[in-house]
Nanobody
Framework: QVQLVESGGGEVQPGGSLKLSCATSGFTFRLYYIGWFRQVPGQEREPVACITNSDGDTYYYRDSVKGRFTISKDNAKRTVYLQMDNVVHEDSARYYC????????????????WGQGTQVTVSS
C-alpha cells in the first residue's frame, strides 16, 4: 500500500524555522519525484518545492520560498524533508507531499497519493 505521511508542522513565529517530513512507503522510492505543496482554505493548492528521483540533485522551488526553504531526502529512510527557515506569515498553510513519475514540474493531476497534510501556522 502506497503511503506518504507528512509530519512536523506546528506554530512558529515569523523569522523562525520548522522542518517538515514526508515519510513514504509502498513504492520504489528512487523512481519518483516527491513534491511539497501547500494550501490555504479558499485558495488553490500551490507547489512549494520538489526533489528529483534517484540520486539526482535537481530541485524546484517556487520563487517566494527560494533562499528560505530547502528540500532534501534520505533515500535509506525513504523520507523527504522541507526545511523552512525565516518563515513569514504568508507561509501559513496546510502542507502536503505527493509523488510524480515524470518530472517535478508535472501538473498537479499527475501527482499521486497525496498525504493528509500537516498544518503550519506562522504567528507572532
Amino acid at each position: 500500500q502506497v503511503q506518504l505521511v507528512e509530519s512536523g508542522g506546528g506554530e512558529v513565529q515569523p523569522g523562525g524555522s520548522l522542518k517538515l517530513s514526508c515519510a513514504t512507503s509502498g513504492f520504489t522510492f528512487r523512481l519518483y519525484y516527491i513534491g511539497w505543496f501547500r494550501q490555504v482554505p479558499g485558495q488553490e493548492r500551490e507547489p512549494v518545492a520538489c526533489i528529483t528521483n534517484s540520486d539526482g540533485d535537481t530541485y524546484y522551488y517556487r520563487d517566494s520560498v527560494k533562499g528560505r526553504f530547502t528540500i532534501s531526502k534520505d533515500n535509506a529512510k525513504r523520507t523527504v524533508y522541507l526545511q523552512m527557515d525565516n518563515v513569514v506569515h504568508e507561509d501559513s498553510a496546510r502542507y502536503y507531499c505527493a509523488r510524480a513519475r515524470t518530472r517535478c514540474t508535472a501538473p498537479q493531476y499527475e501527482y499521486e497519493d497525496w498525504g493528509q497534510g500537516t498544518q503550519v501556522t506562522v504567528s507572532s
